[in-house]
Every structure is written in C-alpha cells, then in structure tokens.
C-alpha cells in the first residue's frame, strides 16, 4: 500500500513536473546586453558600499536601486523584464556574467593600484618627516653640547 502511494505521488510530481514551459517574451523595452552589463555592476558596486557604510548613503539620501536605475536612464520594469528574459536564455545570461565580472576584476585592479601607489607615496611622506625630525632631535642635542661648553 504504502509502495503504490509512493509511486502516485511520484507519478503526479513527474507529470507536473514535465509541463512545457514557453521562454518570456521579448520585451519591446529589452536592455542591452551592454546595458544589462552596466546596471549589473552598479548594483553590485553599490551592493558592497552598502556593506562598508550604510549609514553613510543613508545620510546622503542615496536610495541604491533608484540611484542605479536614474543613472542608466531606465526603470525597474524594464530592468526586470530584460533580467527575467535574459535569465531564460542562459548562454546569453553567462555571457552578461562573465562581462561584469571582468568589468569588477578590472575595476578592482584599477582601484587597488591607486591604493598601492598612495601608499607608496605615504610611506616616502612618513619617512622625510622621520629623518627630519632625526635630524631636529640630532640638532637639538648638539646645541645642547655646544651651550654646555661655555
């Protein structure tokens, strides 16, 4: 008994299961897949700043999604729709991925040579002050010699 409830749940799973699913339509307002790209990435950038200092966008009155969305002159149902089309076709999809994330990767290296050269300069700007406050200390115990002969 239990084996036969068993197969005709496993039956009417596979018969719901195996319905033909028809792809979205085309969306008379598709992004681009450059387009899709930007947004994307966007989202992400604006999705770690989020995590380092929210409070900080708050205080500017940025709303992440609306401040996207502005700056690549769409709206969110356009975005949606395109997402949800391109989502259906997946080599296109992959295709978009694999764009933003070199789009992050190249950024990312930008950003991080920046910081490197900083702190390359910090350090040469650290290390004049130290050798001239050496220098200031070296001075000022010599004057201190020198006044202690006379």
Known sequence: MKNSLFLAVMALFLVCGCYNVEPPKKPDNLLSEDQMV????????????????????????????TYIYKKNNIDSLSFSESNLYYAFHLPIYNRIYARVKDTLNKKKAFYQSIEDREKKEQNKIDSLKRSGLKKEASLNVDSLSIGSDK
């Open 38 to 65: 930007n947004v994307i990435v966007d989202m992400a950038i604006m999705s770690a700043a989020k995590g380092v200092n929210k409070k900080k966008i708050e205080d500017n009155g940025i709303v992440p999604e």
